[in-house]
């Protein structure tokens, strides 16, 4: 639907408590007519501009900036002044922006968050205010809330404990649900938990902005999570919620403690997963290859390397492995080596993955085995780099890799780019342009040879917008693993064409079409799996247009009209 045929919107608000409501307000866009009706008359400089016209301008602005930060400061800033604007300026600029609002820029702006902090955005819910999460939830403000972002800073990206500095990541993943997944900014919402922080820095900063507390026990924690997922459930008992960022001994645990009682999931364990097995499959294309016919080593067995694990095996078996010939495909390296069942103490998620000694005993590796022994010995033809640690992957690593396997498969994921296992540049090189790589955070073309090679960015962002969009299509009341599964085969379907110096995954550009055919997949698997009431194709297809949100001033009405 253009926005020249939407209705007006009746508003309440005029004078400047318009042009401080940046859903809302238009700035110089606003025209004579409706100056003259909201108050506005002498709060704006004489000049009628288009959205073109100052999107133009603030173009100009932001190119003035030279440091990633600022430009992400000064983009932050226009969010919380003009949401149209921002969002018209993302999607004119989407390549060079994205990674300016999100990663990698939104892990400096997350370590940096106290210091640069402007103007308040979300709700940060904090320990002390625990009885109160009912008045918290309603200084939202807002009535229709279709999606929150909730984390509470534990584990931001490969960035640690940052505390209530976390806040940016809910912040940049909401507004990649607006620009790639068409929902309306009015229905998004970013939470923060603020139950303290056990970063050292943060608890001697002056300038911290959050609950300068240590982190609270796991009893008060579970009581606390639980109130406000009460607390949610109550006010909009619809909206799907997604846990972004918790550490290990949280995310896992929280996941499956709510996934059956609402609308929710884990995006480092779920949506990392099916952004990964989207792109193994798009790389097993290129080879001609099945998924079940590669052998996979993860270095990091945390929430995204089980995910990613527990994903492939289930995709394997959809190819016609059985589940313990598919387990036996993957090996996972955590910090005390190659995880075995003879380990004590491997929490239950990595006990399941983890290999047997009969395994070991065939591939001639002991347990806790380094990287390097295991490439040795059980000569892998993919290697996932899921540990948030610049440099894991050395040139050693890499080459013994490839003398088993001419074309390795090699996913460095860690963000942001800074913690990254290897950079695209070095595996290319290390690997004479052979390997077919993607990262998590964006990094620019490799040229080998005169060859300019694309690398695809594998992440989550590439999928939930999509899931987002589904549930408010389709009503979807609870997001399964089959639901993400669904995800990854339409995104390894949107890569079908991709070839290898074009990347194993379309530009972060096509992520528009990308998330409305992911939402559309999703919605009716999930009628089939009776996680949403019936609806026809064409129905949601309907229900999608008319949902999808695109940045456009609308034309405003006085309530007393
Ligand atoms: N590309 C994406 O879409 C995406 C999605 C999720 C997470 N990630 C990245 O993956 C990384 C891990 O995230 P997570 O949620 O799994 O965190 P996590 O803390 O649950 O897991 C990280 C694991 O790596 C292990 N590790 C640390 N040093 C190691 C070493 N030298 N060798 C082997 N293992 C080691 C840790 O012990 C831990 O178990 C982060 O950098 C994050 O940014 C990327
Ligand atoms: O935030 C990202 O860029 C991806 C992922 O969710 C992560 O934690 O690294
Ligand atoms: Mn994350």
Request: proline residues 6%; neutral net charge.
């Amino acid at each position: 639907m253009s926005a020249k045929s939407r209705r007006p919107i009746y508003l309440s608000y005029s004078g400047p408590q318009l042009l401080a409501t940046s859903l809302l307000n238009k700035g110089t866009a606003f025209s004579a007519t409706e100056r003259r009706d909201f108050n506005l008359d002498g709060l704006l400089p004489a000049r009628f501009e288009t959205l073109e016209e100052q999107a133009h301008r603030a173009y100009l602005q932001y190119q003035s900036f030279a440091e990633p930060i600022n430009r992400h400061i000064y983009l932050r800033m226009v969010q919380d002044t003009n949401e149209t604007l921002f969002y018209y300026l993302l999607n004119k600029h989407l390549a060079e922006m994205m990674p300016i609002i999100y990663t990698p820029t939104v892990g400096d702006a997350c370590e940096r968050f106290s210091e640069i902090y402007r103007r308040a955005r979300g709700l940060f819910i904090s320990y002390p205010d625990r009885d109160n999460l009912d008045a918290i939830l309603h200084n939202a403000t807002k009535r229709h809330v279709k999606v929150i972002v909730v984390t509470d800073g534990s584990r931001i990206l490969g960035l640690g404990d940052q505390g209530a500095g976390g806040m940016g990541i809910p912040i940049g993943k909401l507004s990649l649900y607006t620009v790639c997944g068409g929902i309306s900014p009015a229905y998004t919402l970013p939470i923060l938990l603020d139950v303290g922080t056990d970063n050292p820095e943060l608890l001697h900063d002056p300038h911290y902005i959050g609950w300068q507390h240590p982190r609270i026990s796991d009893q008060q924690y579970d009581a606390f999570v639980e109130k406000f997922i009460c607390a949610l459930q109550t006010r909009w008992p619809d909206a799907l919620l997604q846990f972004e960022d918790f550490q290990q001994s949280k995310a896992l645990p929280l996941l499956q403690r709510y996934q059956n009682r609402l609308c929710c999931f884990n995006d480092d364990i779920q949506g990392t997963a099916a952004v990964t097995v989207g792109t193994l499959l798009s790389a097993c294309r290129i080879q001609n290859q099945p998924l079940s016919n590669q052998r996979i080593v993860f270095a990091g067995a945390g929430s995204a390397g089980c995910g990613i694990a527990a994903q492939i095996i289930r995709q394997m078996q959809q190819e016609g492995l059985s589940e313990a010939d598919a387990k036996k495909r993957i090996l996972l390296i955590d910090r005390q080596g190659l995880l075995s069942q003879a380990m004590s103490n491997l929490p239950d998620f990595q006990l399941q993955l983890a290999a047997s000694t009969d395994e070991l005993d065939q591939l001639g590796l002991a347990s806790g085995a380094d990287l390097l022994t295991v490439i040795q010995k059980a000569q892998p033809t993919v290697l996932i780099g899921v540990s948030g640690q610049r440099g894991l992957f050395s040139r050693t690593i890499i080459e013994t890799m490839q003398d088993n396997c001419p074309q390795p498969i090699i996913f460095p994921l860690s963000n942001p780019s800074k913690q990254i296992e290897a950079t695209p540049e070095e595996i290319m090189q290390w690997t004479q342009g052979k390997a077919l790589i993607a990262t998590g955070s964006p990094f620019a073309p490799v040229q080998i040879a005169q060859q300019n090679y694309h690398i695809a960015q594998c992440n989550n962002s590439y999928i939930f917008p999509g899931i987002g969009l589904a549930v408010i299509i389709a009503g979807i009341k609870q997001i399964t693993d089959n639901l993400m599964m669904t995800a990854s085969n339409v995104l390894a379907t949107a890569a079908a064409n991709q070839t290898i110096d074009q990347g194993l995954l379309p530009p972060i550009t096509a992520c528009q079409q990308i998330s409305r055919d992911i939402a559309l997949a999703v919605a009716q698997q999930a009628i089939k799996d009776n996680l949403a009431p019936p609806q026809t194709l064409a129905m949601l297809e309907a229900a999608l247009e008319k949902h999808f949100w695109q940045p456009a001033y609308r034309s405003y009405r006085r309530t007393s009209d």
